[in-house]
């Protein structure tokens, strides 16, 4: 090495001409500088001087920055992580993002492994994981009274337990269970959950006489005692508010914070409609929440007799990536956050069932309607290890019944 040689990036760069005995492909050896200062002309810089977001790529799902970093300051985005030319060298935020290339890549491979696929959904690009932690789930623990709560035991009759239900398939049911929806960018799957329960209870007890699609927004912005908005929320809290409040239709009061992130205040005052396209009588109420047993048996007895439960369970960053399968928590996402590694989630149950995976055994698994939207998972569904409280699905559920005095035909009257 000489006065002209300057180690760099693991070798050597060279300030004279030396580098140019073959530029096509030896121009890397140059120093950074040499073109600009050394010849007075500029280079194609393979980083930008301004931010750029990569897009989500069709064939290649992980970019890699490549090539030299002769700008300092430059960056772009990878996925969800900030590069930035710093010392000549890229270097990169190693966040966990709620889609990873490496994770989908290591369950894809080994799928028996793991029960589940994986995919890289592009409504989560570019995401990070902790904040697809904070904003698509969205659920507090229960309150102590609530967690305290004497769970029902139902005794049921096992024998009448069918190896697999799914109550968008119940005969007398058809047609009347919820789509599954989408709580956005917004930490408010108590308010989905607890209403796709309440919309599926009372479309059953009136057997499809009314259009049942519950107003998420109503919830959000007006039940404020002890929730948080978009910040997440109590279910048992959420029951309360349906008991004592009641809850308008969709149509009247439509759900806006999903885009935005923000919870706009309450419209709803009492008995005072006045600003929504509703009158009094269009609000439902519902009896007290009540707890289940949190045996595979007392749940599905509830199920198949009354309708979908609501559940906790606790997310794990791989779940972002869940593509079909039953799935179970992966491990693979753990050592990759920084802080806390898992949110509070609440779900909606419909149904159950048993799968074979090549290798093994019939695997029982929930049936389980998310808030993600249809695109992701299996049409906005997922299936999840049954018996074993995976992910502490069965912990606790709970549920209500719609009030007998909302549902006469034609709902006439305030109540």
């Not at 989560?124 to 659920?139: Q, V």
């Not at 404020?224 to 809850?247: M, P, S």
């Not at 290798?359 to 029982?364: C, E, F, L, P, V």
Request: charged share 25%.
């Amino acid at each position: 090495m000489d006065s002209c040689e300057v180690p760099i990036r693991g070798g050597y760069c060279y300030c004279d001409e030396f580098c140019l005995n073959d530029e096509e492909h030896s121009e890397d050896d140059c120093c950074p500088d040499f073109f600009e200062v050394c010849l007075g002309r500029k280079r194609n810089h393979s980083l930008p001087a301004e931010v750029t977001t990569v897009p989500y790529p069709n064939d290649a799902p992980e970019v890699k920055p490549q090539g030299d970093c002769n700008i300092a300051g430059a960056s772009l985005m990878v996925n969800c992580n900030e590069c930035h030319c710093d010392d000549w060298e890229i270097k990169c935020q190693e966040d966990l993002c709620m889609t990873d290339e490496l994770i989908v890549s290591t369950i894809n491979k080994t799928p028996r492994k793991y029960g589940w696929t994986a995919a890289m959904h592009p409504g989560f690009w570019g995401r990070k994981a902790k904040d697809g932690l904070r904003l698509r789930t969205g659920t507090f623990s229960p309150q102590d009274k609530s967690h305290e709560m004497h769970p029902i035991r139902l005794d049921p009759d096992v024998s009448q337990i069918p190896e697999s239900f799914d109550a968008r398939e119940k005969v007398e049911w058809a047609g009347l269970i919820a789509d599954v929806c989408n709580q956005g960018w917004c930490g408010s799957s108590w308010v989905f959950s607890t209403l796709g329960v309440a919309q599926d209870r009372l479309s059953i007890l009136v057997k499809g006489l009314e259009g049942m699609e519950l107003s998420a927004q109503n919830l959000l912005s007006c039940a404020e005692l002890g929730q948080k908005g978009c910040e997440g929320g109590h279910i048992d809290r959420a029951w309360n508010y349906l008991r004592a409040d009641g809850i308008v239709r969709e149509e009247c009061y439509k759900y806006e914070s999903g885009n935005s992130g923000k919870v706009p205040k309450c419209l709803i005052r009492r008995n005072d409609l006045s600003q929504l396209t509703c009158q009094a009588k269009d609000r439902y109420r519902f009896e007290p929440a009540y707890r289940i047993a949190s045996t595979e048996e007392d749940i599905q007895w509830e199920i198949m007799h009354n309708g979908p439960v609501q559940a906790l369970m606790t997310v794990h960053s791989d779940l972002f990536m869940y593509n079909s399968g039953i799935y179970s928590y992966s491990g693979l996402t753990g050592d990759r956050m920084k802080g806390g590694d898992t949110a509070t989630h609440s779900v909606r149950i419909i149904g159950w069932g048993s799968s074979r995976v090549r290798g093994s055994n019939h695997i029982k698994y929930w049936l389980v309607a998310n808030s993600w939207g249809s695109q992701w998972g299996e049409g906005g569904y997922f299936r999840i290890k049954r018996g074993t409280n995976e992910c502490g699905i069965e912990s606790f559920i709970i549920t209500s019944r719609a009030k007998l005095a909302n549902l006469m035909y034609g709902l006439q009257g305030d109540y």
